[in-house]
């Protein structure tokens, strides 16, 4: 049977008891499943000879030859077939420790904290005096212990008084009797603390008694008492069981070195002893060293979300695997904390349990960024178009992305936790609103460019046109092309808006915004036709229509009975009416108010000094025509005489009769003559004639011209060696 000193001679606490109990003893995982017992009295009254016998223990006893002390400090070891520790303490009033009674305080302080059952060993005779039953010693522990009982209902400690050498004359009863009238008289006397002035002795203690007979004069009556006393320690089914639920420490066994070894550490520094401090004291410790290692695991395990968040990814089953990691490290502790006081217990394991989810919501955070960017990732990825479907698949994408972060978000959450993704939602829902608008507002964008498209290939091809023609209803004209244009674009703008899931008022912002732009539209090109060559052209071409061509189209041929004036004046009054025309568009400005819904309309194209300028060059260009058609006039009046002709075939005959025989003779020039006959003939039957001379004769001129200037320069050049030579001489 291994002993072990817990408290050595020097007040040394052991530091072997927490190994001996978990390898030697093997209590270690007994919870609960143990008792206490200690023994208190004086020296060589058999404490540890009784010990012995009740627990099969193995104490040093007092040998027959001599009576001395045998046991020094306070020695422990396991009952025999049972979980019951067996503590055998130094006796009192030993004349090796002479009048030093600190470690006797001590150590009965001791016995009587740790112990559930205190065997009190006294003589019979001894019972009734006040030193020799040691009621001194025993008021000084109840007295500096007054303080272990702070709280209600803290486990009682049972005093066993053991009567050695009982002989039955003075009944058991009356000896408990006395020993309890001693007792109560030792508490009333005691100072405690104002909390416990009414206390009684009973609320902390319990009592009991046996009697013993002598070991020697009545060893079979002993050996009977003994064994009846030691199945009141073993035998559970036994009515006086002394080891009652209610006085267990409430210590599990691998706690109890711990538990032990701090009561001494009290006791020797003369502080107050409180047990239910000192119960948290070791529950704290406990608790802190079965976290510590069950943190180091739960690490681990959470690093494996680390690697994978950090990399960007979303862990779909982070709340259950944290939920899983969570449960199982609070069942460990729960199996290895729990025997511990349940007050520190609970609190410590709130405090394990506010850790763990610490250490996982570093991670939590981290799962809802990288969530947040998947599921804007998601809806990019399921909507990236802007096709006839694009309300549709928009609002598709948004919920599915939205149900994404929702789902995986909620299911991310820690059980237990006080954790919340309402703000991350909430900033994600931000996001995604401002991705919707965005997406929204490039679709409005590439609508806007698609209607400028629209009005430009609907109104600039057909504003060219009717401004080309010499129609008095030409704004008339523009303006019901315009309408029809804007009608076409409200239907397309309307569809396409609807389809895009823009709201009613925004669509016929967008409608009455289109309308100004396809105005603005037709500004632009009207005002690109009305510069100031387009315009100049347009008026010359009114001119020329009217002045150069008759009324079926054909080219005049200028004669000298033409009205050259009359057809000069009226084409250019309607060239200066055209001007008139374009320069302000003329149009019910009432009705294209309300179309456009605008207040105010600037109708003016041309600028009055722009109009002043055109109009001096349309003047000086149509005089130029009306010059040349009166140089025609005089040209075509100077006729050759007949008689002059018949002169001239007369006196040239021969020479035209060895022209006429050369070209019949000369293939060539037959060829030839043919071709100018021809030439001269449709250029009479076309009535072209008159155009072709005036051609020939400004080709005729511009020839002479050139050659006159090319001349000029020659003799200039030949000029110039001359001055040279003369200014030499």
Known sequence: MFEIQVVDGDQKFSNELSSVLNEKWELGDKGFQYNVVAVFGSQSTGKSTLLNLLFESQFDVMKETGRQQTTK????????????????????????????????????????????????????????????????????????????????????????????????????????????????????????????????????????????????????????????????????????????????????????????????????????????????LLAQYRCDEISKVLLDKFGVLVKTLKTQLEAGKVVDIFGQEAEKWVNDALASFDTDAGRYNPQVFKEKRAEFKSRMFAMLHVYFVLQLRNLHKQALGLFESLFHSLDLEFAE???????????????????????????????????????????????????????????????????QEPIQLELNQENPQVWSQIVERFEETVKEAQVYLTDKLNKLGITEELIASSITKTKQQAWQQLLVVVRQELQDSPLLEKLMRAFETKFRYDEKGMPRVWSPSDPVDVLYASAKELGLELLERLCKMQVDETRLKQLLEMDKLDLELVQMTRRIKIQEKFQKQADAFYVDAKRSTVQSRAEIPPWFIILTIVLGWNELMYVIFGILNNPLLITLTVLLLSGGYFLWYTNLYGPFLQVAKVTFQEISKQAMTQVNQAMQKLQKPEEIELNDR
């Open 393 to 459: 698949k928009l609002d598709k994408a948004q919920k599915e992305a939205m149900t994404k972060f929702d789902v995986v978000a909620t299911h991310s959450l820690l059980i237990g936790s006080d954790w919340s993704c309402s703000e991350e939602t909430h900033a994600f829902k931000q996001d995604l609103d401002d991705l919707v608008k965005k997406k929204k507002k490039e679709a409005l964008e590439q609508l806007a460019k698609d209607m400028d498209q629209l009005l430009v290939e609907k109104l």
């Open 73 to 280: 400090g306070i020695w422990m070891c396991k009952a025999k077939n049972s979980s019951i520790l067996v503590m055998d303490v130094e006796g009192t009033d030993g004349r090796e420790r002479g009048e030093d009674q600190d470690f006797e305080r001590k150590s009965a302080l001791f016995s009587l904290a740790t112990s559930q059952v205190l065997i009190v060993n006294m003589w019979e005779n001894m019972v009734g005096l006040y030193n020799g039953a040691n009621m001194g010693l025993l008021k000084t522990v109840l007295e500096v212990n007054v303080n272990l009982f702070q709280q209600q209902g803290a486990p009682k400690t049972c005093l066993l008084f053991v009567i050695r050498d009982f002989t039955g004359q003075t009944p058991l009863l009356k000896l408990a009797e006395t020993l309890i009238s001693d007792l109560e008289k030792i508490w009333a006397s005691i100072g405690k603390p104002s909390a416990k002035q009414d206390s009684k002795l009973t609320d902390f203690f319990t009592f009991d008694y046996v009697g013993l007979p002598h070991k020697i004069y009545a060893s079979q009556q002993f050996q009977e008492q003994v064994q009846s006393l030691k199945d009141r320690f073993y035998n559970q089914e036994n009515p006086g069981f002394l080891f009652k639920p209610n006085l267990h420490k409430g210590i599990p066994a691998d706690g109890f070195p711990h538990f032990a070894e701090a009561i001494w550490e009290k006791i020797v520094s003369n502080r107050d002893l409180d047990l239910p401090t000192q119960q948290q």
